[in-house]
């Protein structure tokens, strides 16, 4: 690792929002380590300020206790500056059927949570001496599901997110202690895998009238680990070009 130069550590980078803020992070001069359960694009790999991929399963304790080590032994005593947990999972019907509480495996719930919930909370511990070395930030996605009731996002996932919005809450009281900023960006509808073509119909709900791209998010991310937010910390961001008013 290369000392004059800030590092980040993005999970669930391999498409979507993850992925769009590795590249973005990448563009600013940053140097990317990254996780998810698949590989990168090979491009991405052809880049030298793509540190290091680290193939994991934050639904796995082992996985993730493994992520941890490598990426700590990538860093080799410097400092991290920042900690995007990104990863989530929302599970899907192959009806097109909301997943609530009476229709929802029990075991899905469990692993919406492991992955959506507890994996942001080990990895801000994990990582929490380099990121106090760095003085850095951690930013946790959450979602508008986590706020109002969603005509398509299950129930285990709106949980998942309510929870993460309100552990962003008490890791920023905790983590000002080691100097390390910890705030939220919650994404309304992003043009991403997990967006469907039935999604089309909440666009005239949405005040900007579009979809958000991964580029949005990514932004809104990269402004939250800048040193242009240093005075901001216990935030929850909204990018939903104003579907949260409503």
């Known amino acids: 690792m290369e000392e ?78 920042a900690l995007v947990n990104n990863a ?46 760095g003085q850095g930030a951690i930013v946790n996605i959450t979602s508008i599901a986590g706020h109002q009731i969603h005509p398509f996002a299950g129930s285990a996932y709106s949980s998942s997110k309510a929870a993460l919005s309100a552990l962003t809450r008490e890791m920023a009281n905790e983590f000002a202690s080691l ?9 309304g509808e992003i043009e991403t895998d997990m967006i469907q073509p039935e999604y089309e119909m909440l666009i005239p709900r949405i005040p900007l009238d579009r979809m958000g791209t991964p580029e949005d998010v990514a932004k809104a991310i990269y402004y939250l680990c800048s040193d242009d937010s240093s005075y901001v910390t216990g935030t929850e961001l909204w990018v939903t070009g104003g579907q949260h008013m409503f």
């Open 4 to 81: 004059n130069r800030k590092t980040v550590i993005v999970t669930g980078a391999s498409r979507g929002i993850g992925h769009a803020t590795a590249i973005h992070f990448m563009r600013q001069g940053w140097q990317v380590i990254t996780c998810s359960r698949e590989d990168t694009p090979a491009e991405c790999g052809r880049d030298p300020r793509w540190t290091c991929h680290i193939p994991t399963d934050l639904a796995d304790a082992d996985s993730i206790e493994n992520l941890v080590k490598v990426a700590t032994k990538e860093l080799d005593g410097a400092p991290l500056h």
């Open 88 to 133: 989530g999972m929302s599970p899907k019907t192959p009806y097109k059927e909301r997943l609530g509480i009476l229709n929802g495996d029990i075991k899905a719930w469990r692993e919406v949570f492991e992955i959506n919930f507890i994996a942001p909370l080990k990895l801000a511990r994990g990582f929490a001496a380099p990121l106090r070395k």
């Open 179 to 187: 100097d390390v900023r910890v705030n939220a960006v919650c994404p």
